[in-house]
T-cell receptor
């Protein structure tokens, strides 16, 4: 089945720094790809998604591009803020008919002022 | 979009007891799911809650330990039975919407369970 490998955390950055969180997946087909964010004490929220090769998902200044050739979906933001401190999960679907999500281990981001 | 609420938000329980977690969605959804998030870990799918029929469990999870109900399109319950400290986790309800491509998946705020 499909699987996902996500950059280990924690990641600590200063405000306005550039962020990259790496995510690679293995799949037999072309899964849809998602990034979810979990703010402290809250449930998961969909951050962005991409459904086919070369698609770029974007939201709140975050971007990720579906790279079929490298089976990657790295999350980037040009200038992080303290409010971006959260845990980020990469999640491809499992390629099955129900499209269940497979979650990476999560990367905790802390942004210092 | 769908808004999901869960009750209780947290609980501390004694080993050997059971806890039922309720999940309410504010709109009709096609699929509902239950996940477990152990401390510092990622999410693991427990089961898919099927309306009017038995839930579909993932490998490693069984109905006797995690009975699930889904009496209608907007409500589901998860029971954690005969609890042990290893069951201490956050339990998350999730639902898949009926719009967007692919269908978006929404999550509740979670129930933080501590078993002593």
């Amino acid at each position: 089945g499909n699987s996902v490998t996500q950059m280990e955390g924690p990641v600590t950055l200063s405000e306005e720094a550039f962020l990259t969180i790496n995510c690679t997946y293995t799949a037999t087909g072309y899964p849809s790809l998602f990034w979810y964010v979990q703010y402290p004490g809250e449930g998961l929220q969909l951050l962005l998604k991409a459904t086919k090769a070369d698609d770029k998902g974007s939201n709140k200044g975050f971007e990720a591009t579906y790279r079929k050739e490298t089976t990657s979906f790295h999350l980037e933001k040009g200038s992080v803020q303290v409010s971006d401190s959260a845990v980020y999960f990469c999640a491809p679907d499992d390629g099955g008919s129900q499209g269940n999500l497979i979650f990476g281990k999560g990367t905790k981001l802390s942004v210092k002022p | 979009s769908a808004v999901i609420s869960q009750k209780p938000s947290r609980d501390i329980c004694q080993r050997g007891t059971s806890l039922t977690i309720q999940c309410q969605v504010d709109s009709q959804v096609t699929m509902m799911f239950w996940y477990r998030q152990q401390p510092g870990q990622s999410l693991t799918l427990i089961a898919t809650a099927n309306q009017g029929s038995e839930a579909t469990y993932e490998s490693g999870f069984v109905i006797d330990k995690f009975p699930i109900s889904r009496p209608n399109l907007t409500f589901s319950t998860l029971t954690v039975s005969n609890m042990s400290p290893e069951d201490s986790s956050i339990y998350l309800c999730s639902a898949r919407g009926t719009s967007g491509s692919p269908y978006e998946q929404y999550f509740g705020p979670g129930t933080r369970l501590t078993v002593t």
